[in-house]
Nanobody
């Protein structure tokens, strides 16, 4: 089994920055993908950014392009999400997911990701 745990959330003002971290319990040998997702109250979970481990290819939702950056530290088994210029509509619970087959890395189809953390809250005030 693979376990993921998110950290770094908090309450910030619009325009501020946060860096989230997703810690992975152990290494995975496959060509897997890790994605960041968020869910606001009353809304469906949506993909924000993802990274394909074999090539470091990254993918972003339109709302995140130019403001968010996903990266990884393979040695530490951590995937980061750097968020800048935060907006109130960015608020939600941010979770990281692992897709072992990497088939849904670019599309960030959350229901097909295999493992999940429990999430970290991000609240952005206007």
């Amino acid at each position: 089994q693979v376990y993921l745990e998110e950290s770094g959330g908090g309450s910030v003002q619009a325009g501020d920055s946060l860096r989230l971290a997703c810690s992975i319990s152990r290494s995975t040998s496959g060509n897997y993908c890790v994605g960041w997702f968020r869910q606001a109250p009353g809304k469906e979970r949506e993909g924000v950014a993802s990274i394909y481990f074999p090539t470091d290819s990254t993918y972003y939702a339109d709302s995140a392009k130019g403001r968010f950056a996903i990266s990884k530290d393979s040695a530490k088994r951590i995937v980061y999400l750097e968020m800048q210029g935060l907006k109130p509509e960015d608020s939600g619970i941010y979770s990281c997911g692992l897709d072992l087959g990497s088939r849904y890395c670019s599309t960030m189809t959350h229901r097909y990701f295999d493992y999940w953390g429990q999430g970290t809250q991000v609240t952005v005030s206007a």
